[in-house]
């Protein structure tokens, strides 16, 4: 349901910041394809849009979101279609978006809603979030590029550690490794978080791309190769026996808590 993407751009800001909203807060702000379908169309509509400068993506209170729904990921998933959807289109969406991403995160980010912030240019997060990639707890692997954008960023061991072993980071954790720019309060952090994109929105437009695509290095094909190359592997792994094991006992595990 398109209610669950709230997607606006504030008249205070002249319509130079589009926020792209999750709102689905009764079921962790799991995500649909309905929901990524939602986001590449406002991400490329932006894209497209001179007035709009930054996109910007926010949660809702104590929670960015949990990732994938799961009923609606396996689904499509599982038939091998994983890089076909809207979930796919949404990778490479992330890896190839010409204008700069700003992200507020408050509460649990899992999953996708932990790769998605390689992407982001600046991501600000409250205390209480916590930044964490399950894959390999269900048998399956890192998305999003992570595989390469997060030894880069943070360095091999940290990067096994959240991406391989699982292990969760606190928002200072993620600081400290370079996923997220800033910890701000939980009262701050919208505003916080739009402040920084109203400020980028007011820079020269074509200098400010030409600098972003400098440092985030020109060229984006390595990094939707290796979504392509990550989401064949995922579907292959989807099909496993291993991978079956682990999502009966996860479901299991939903239904009895």
């Given at each position: 349901?398109?209610?669950?993407i709230?997607?606006?751009?504030p ?5 130079a910041v ?23 169309e ?11 400068r ?6 809702s209170?104590?929670c960015?979101?949990?990732?994938n729904?799961m009923?609606?990921?396996?689904s ?22 010409r ?22 240019d ?6 209480r ?9 269900l ?45 701000v309060?939980?009262?701050a ?31 984006r ?7 392509e ?7 292959e ?17 939903k239904?009895?808590?």
């Amino acid at each position: 349901m398109s209610e669950h993407i709230i997607v606006e751009r504030p008249s205070e800001h002249g319509g130079a910041v589009q926020v792209m909203r999750f709102n689905r807060p009764d079921k962790k702000n799991a995500i649909t394809q309905d929901m990524y379908r939602i986001m590449v169309e406002a991400m490329r509509a932006g894209d497209a849009d001179d007035d709009v400068r930054v996109h910007v993506f926010l949660g809702s209170e104590g929670c960015f979101t949990a990732g994938n729904d799961m009923q609606d990921f396996l689904s499509y998933a599982i038939n091998g279609r994983l890089g076909e959807g809207h979930v796919g289109q949404f990778l490479k969406a992330l890896a190839t978006v010409r204008k700069p991403m700003i992200s507020g995160v408050d509460g649990l980010a899992i999953g996708i809603g932990t790769t998605m912030h390689f992407h982001c240019d600046l991501t600000f997060a409250t205390p209480r979030s916590e930044f964490r990639t399950p894959f390999v707890d269900l048998a399956l692997l890192p998305e999003a590029g992570s595989s390469l954008l997060g030894p880069d960023v943070m360095g091999y061991q940290r990067a096994f550690a959240m991406l391989a072993a699982g292990t969760g980071f606190s928002a200072e954790e993620a600081r400290e490794a370079g996923l997220i720019y800033q910890v701000v309060g939980e009262e701050a952090l919208e505003s916080v978080t739009l402040a920084a994109a109203a400020n980028i929105a007011s820079k020269p437009p074509q200098a400010m791309q030409l600098a972003r695509d400098l440092l985030r290095r020109g060229d984006r094909s390595a990094i939707v190769a290796r979504i392509e190359e990550e989401s064949a592997l995922f579907g292959e792994r989807l099909s496993s026996p291993e991978a079956r094991a682990a999502f009966e006992a996860f479901m299991a595990r939903k239904k009895s808590a």
